[in-house]
């Protein structure tokens, strides 16, 4: 298996535009998690979903964040508008039902100028 | 509520010397697990250990362990005659039970000095 798969590595993009990331879980698996990484917060959970279904959202920081997951094999993660704030690492991981640990994706380095 | 403590942001020893880095975890439940992640210069996140809540048992893994002490609520993990590629940021973890999600903690960032 190719493992979890981020696209893309890295996003450059100017405030206030759309950002959209994206991810492909390891075929199979039923948990898929967006986490965001900055130096001041560490790694932060985001949202989670269980078989395509969003369990917990209470990590997405606003209305600006949206996620989605139209089937087992993607997802994504939506920011608009996009601010300097936003500037971060984001990882995506996932798990089977009978996995003990998570499966990370590389990230994505957003930079939003 | 759940929530993972490192209280060390950043750590520099010389190699070959022993180090230590804590993790304190608050948690309700009865039944919870507990991580270590590895993150090296690279980036990528490595899966280094999981303990469920009912096993206090201390783990070894070659120059690794953990200590795990539910009195304490500790869950601290020591790198015994440290090498350089160790050097990354380490992260604690907890989830609630089985099916919930994982909360980290911010990671400590360990240096070791050739």
């Known amino acids: 298996d190719a493992g979890v798969i981020q696209s893309p590595r890295h996003e450059v993009t100017e405030m206030g535009q759309e950002v959209t990331l994206r991810c492909k879980p390891i075929s199979g698996h039923d948990y898929l998690f967006w986490y965001r990484q900055t130096m001041m917060r560490g790694l932060e959970l985001l949202i989670y979903f269980n078989n395509n279904v969003p369990i917990d959202d209470s990590g997405m920081p606003e209305d600006r964040f949206s996620a989605k997951m139209p089937n087992a094999s993607f997802s994504t993660l939506k920011i608009q508008p996009s601010e300097p704030r936003d500037s971060a690492v984001y990882f995506c991981a996932s798990r089977g039902d009978r996995e003990e640990k998570l499966f990370f994706g590389s990230g994505t380095q957003l930079s939003v100028l | 509520a759940q929530k993972v403590t490192q209280a060390q942001t950043e750590i520099s020893v010389v190699e070959k010397e022993d180090v230590t880095l804590d993790c304190v975890y608050e948690?309700?439940?009865?039944?919870?697990?507990l991580f270590w992640y590895k993150q090296p210069p690279s980036g990528e996140l490595v899966f280094l250990i999981r303990?469920?809540?009912?096993?206090?048992q201390n783990e070894i893994s070659g120059r690794y362990s953990w200590n795990f002490q539910k009195s304490t609520s500790s869950f601290n993990f020591t790198i015994t005659a440290s090498q350089v590629v160790d050097s990354a940021v380490y992260f604690c973890?907890?989830?609630?039970?089985?099916?919930?999600?994982?909360?980290f903690g911010k990671g400590t960032r360990l240096h070791i000095l050739p």
């Open positions: 948690t309700r439940d009865t039944t919870y697990y």
């Open positions: 303990r469920n809540s009912f096993d206090e």
């Open positions: 973890a907890l989830s609630q039970n089985r099916d919930d999600k994982i909360i």
